[in-house]
């Protein structure tokens, strides 16, 4: 195929041919190149294990040597975060369950009977679905903070201790 600057360019094998964006025009090698993976391999193609071998990933170890204490307090607020909201629905839909069955209005009346009501509303006020709500959210943020430092002190600790002892290995392959 030709453009108007009389260069050829077109795509082979994987990479462009005479593209003047990637400056090298086409070479007698590139045509030829092209024109035996038009007709198809010059040699048989191999069925044994050469060709498993080839189809198998590659491998590579490595070792980590920093975690980044700052990217590890973020990521640790996200997902604390994430795991308030989950608290959260999750009280929301037990409480939800548990009143609709009676249970709550049976502990209330339960605590009433029990309790001294004369110095205040007693321990039946706590079954409130507000001060239930508040209870999990305030657990809630406590759990955030204490994981997002806990999170980034443990990051702190691995980069100390990789000094000394060189980090963890870690072997990666490729998917077959």
Partial sequence: MTTGSGESSGYAGGSL??????????????SQLAGSLATGPSRPMSVGTAAIARRRGRRARLTLKRIDPWS???????????????????VVVLYGVVDAMGVISSLRTFLSD???????????AWLGFGRVLLIALVVGLVNVVLFAAFATLTAFIYNVC???VGGVEVTLSERE
Wanted: glycine share 12%; charged share 15%; aromatic share 6%.
């Fill in 114 to 124: 029990v309790s001294d009501t004369s110095h205040g509303p007693g321990l039946a």
């Fill in 17 to 30: 041919v005479g593209d003047p964006a990637y400056g090298s025009p086409a070479s007698d090698r590139d």
């Fill in 72 to 90: 590890t307090l973020k990521f640790s607020l996200v997902y604390g975060l994430v795991g308030m909201a989950v608290l959260l629905v999750a």
């Fill in 162 to 164: 990789t000094d000394i």
